[in-house]
């Protein structure tokens, strides 16, 4: 809805690396939500249409970009959280009735939303923006990256960790990044003070080290990145493993977890 990328997920994340080939579909703990594609704004009360999701059941429909949507499933909309939240609650094989304002003549388009997979962190960061109107500053670790093959290149696991790292980034502000409550910790920002912790990247963030990078960066959340390689079905089949951890950093707790197999 708000962005269309955030239905993507992690299969992004995972697919986006050079060397990940999936030869079967991602398994993983996706929750399935509904969706019609449409990507809006706010303005003076109004829900505009700002852009749609190619081949979603609202540009199907004949939903254009400009058009004001005044009302869904009969309740009035003045904001697209009203729009989102209404659109949580369906299932499968639902509709729903969208009356749109184009050039001051209403049309009622009546359309049944795409089931599509997210990911828990994804859904929970939205969540925390646009139900809850919090602030997320969140702060990207990739605390482990492992590989169970022999004979691995030196600078493979900083390759991947370097990878995986850009395409988290890539994700959460092609999602979020619109939003003012929104923002990414700098990089550069965070490596020194995890050089400063000498952090290892041994599978967990210390609780000190959370306090800290909440303390020096301003960060509400960190999103804690582990990925494994393993050996396949096959001799040459790999099978990654990539969990993702949303934390918050005032109380340490964990939010949501991703965990999602690519073969």
Request: glycine share 6%.
């Amino acid at each position: 809805m708000r962005r269309i990328s955030i239905l993507i997920s992690c299969i992004i994340l995972l697919s986006g690396c050079a060397e990940l080939q999936t030869q079967r579909p991602p398994e993983g703990n996706f929750v399935q939500v509904a969706r019609i594609g449409t990507n809006t704004v706010d303005i003076n009360n109004k829900v505009v249409v700002k852009a749609l999701g190619k081949d979603f059941p609202a540009e199907i429909s004949g939903v254009k970009p400009g058009d004001i949507i005044v009302s869904a499933d009969g309740k009035t909309i003045t904001t697209t959280m009203e729009l989102l939240s209404l659109m949580d609650n369906k299932r499968v094989g639902d509709r729903v009735l969208l009356v749109i304002d184009r050039n001051g003549q209403q049309i009622n388009f009546n359309i049944e939303p795409k089931m599509i997979k997210s990911a828990p962190t994804l859904l929970m960061i939205r969540k925390l923006l646009l139900y809850e109107n919090n602030k997320v500053a969140i702060a990207i670790i990739v605390s482990e990256v492992k590989n169970s093959f022999p004979n691995v290149s030196m600078d493979w696991a900083d390759s991947m960790r370097n990878n995986l790292q850009s395409r988290q980034e890539s994700l959460l502000l092609s999602s979020f990044g619109p939003n003012q409550n929104f923002s990414l910790v700098d990089r550069s920002r965070l490596k020194q003070i995890l050089d400063e912790f000498q952090f290892s990247q041994a599978g967990f963030v210390p609780d000190k080290l959370r306090a800290k990078i909440g303390e020096m960066t301003g960060a509400t959340h960190i999103v804690d990145i582990s990925f494994s390689r393993f050996q396949g079905r096959t001799p040459r089949e790999k099978d990654d493993v990539l969990n993702a951890r949303l934390i918050a950093i005032e109380s340490g707790k964990v939010l949501a977890v991703d965990q999602i197999t690519t073969h």
